[in-house]
């Protein structure tokens, strides 16, 4: 069974830092696309940045400079390093996995960044 395990949200004051951790159980990380979506109340979720099994990565234009996405494949994990966070950055952070060819797509429960004073 797969599963896919966010944590590291909570609550920060703008221009506070989070990391945020994507931890998978039952499928390889390092051979999937990763992403990492956010979502709020009466909004879509949308993706704000995604790593590539080759290791490039794409970000949303509000995030870029600011977000990091990175992979530790040992620890079959996906990092977001979120710096200089705004009170827009607000929402569910949620990760995505799809397998190579896009056979499979996973979703974890998410975990909640508020950034407020």
């Known amino acids: 069974q797969v599963q896919l395990v966010e944590s590291g949200g909570g609550l920060v004051q703008p221009g506070g830092s989070l990391r945020l951790s994507c931890t998978a159980f039952?499928?390889?990380?390092?051979?999937?696309?990763v992403g990492w979506y956010r979502q709020t109340p009466g909004s879509p979720r949308i993706r704000v940045a995604q790593?590539?099994?080759?290791?490039?990565?794409n970000y949303r234009d509000s995030v870029k400079d600011r977000f990091t996405i990175s992979r530790d494949s040992a620890k079959n994990t996906v990092y977001l390093q979120m710096d200089s966070l705004k009170s827009e950055d607000t929402g569910l952070y949620s990760c995505?996995?799809?397998?190579?060819?896009?056979?499979?797509?996973?979703w974890g429960p998410g975990t909640q960044v508020t950034v407020s004073s």
């Open positions: 039952g499928t390889d990380n390092s051979r999937n696309l």
């Open positions: 790593l590539t099994q080759r290791g490039d990565t």
């Open positions: 995505n996995a799809v397998t190579p060819g896009g056979i499979r797509s996973y």
